[in-house]
């Protein structure tokens, strides 16, 4: 007889403007497309994800462009031959989606501080008590692989960005290697950073597989399922993959 499948609760959230940032390799631009698909399934809202990453050229949420708008999805990034360059050229259009956009608008910001720099110049436009920013935690990079090395780079992001951060996101991960082991181990620096800066763990990021292993005895806050959405360059001849649309509750 088949166990029963577990009833994670969804994220959600009541901020017009949600920045997930996060160290390199974190799968901080995964998470944005998927949260991105999953606002689109979950609320009445108008969904807009701008991509603002000029940190990795190869992992950027608009490489899901084109199937994020089949869901109905505003993509903000520059197009054509512009389409993968390092700068942060869109500035104009991103800073009038965060001061008037009446939707949820994503902004999947670059790896580390120097990514986030690109912030501090739209930091006068955010709205003071509508928006989160959100640290996207692998505990398998370098870099986030403690406490005390996560508190330091948050601290580098703030002081770049000039925002402050709200929340926390538990992504640790091992590319396909990862498994419920590897999830729940994210989940306890997840918990101890948490703890140390008294900001909630707003959701856990793993895949369908991975929660198969997992219960709500392992995770007792939000799960938001990861559908592999961003392909490197030398897959992407292959074919688009499918965006199955989230079943809303």
């Not at 920013?133 to 992001?157: D, G």
């Not at 729940?184 to 620096?189: A, C, D, S, Y």
């Amino acid at each position: 007889m088949a166990r029963p499948k577990p009833q994670f609760s969804p994220p959600a959230f009541s901020k017009r403007i949600l920045v997930i940032v996060g160290g390199y390799g974190s799968g901080k631009s995964e998470v944005s497309v998927n949260l991105a698909r999953h606002l689109a399934a979950a609320t009445n809202r108008s969904i807009a994800i701008a991509d603002l990453d000029i940190v990795n050229p190869y992992f950027r949420s608009r490489g899901a462009s084109q199937l994020l708008e089949q869901l109905g999805i505003e993509p903000v990034h520059p197009t054509g031959n512009l389409a993968h360059a390092d700068l942060p050229i869109i500035i104009p259009r991103v800073k009038g989606a965060i001061e008037r956009y009446d939707g949820t608008l994503v902004l999947d910001v670059g790896g580390d501080d120097v990514g986030a720099r690109v912030l501090s110049s739209l930091t006068d436009s955010f709205p003071q008590n509508d928006y989160d920013l959100l640290l996207v935690l692998n505990a398998n990079r370098p870099f986030t692989s403690t406490v005390e090395a996560c508190l330091k780079l948050m601290k580098q992001i703030e002081t770049a960005s000039r925002l402050k951060f709200s929340g926390i996101i538990s992504n640790t991960h091992l590319l396909e290697f990862t498994t419920a082991e590897t999830v729940r181990e994210g989940l306890v620096l997840a918990r101890a950073l948490s703890a140390a800066t008294k900001l909630p763990i707003v959701f856990v990021a793993a895949t369908e597989k991975q929660l198969e292993d997992l219960s709500t005895d392992d995770i007792d806050v939000p799960v938001l399922p990861l559908e592999r959405l961003l392909l490197k360059p030398w897959e992407r001849g292959t074919g688009a993959p499918s965006i199955p649309t989230p079943k809303k509750d």
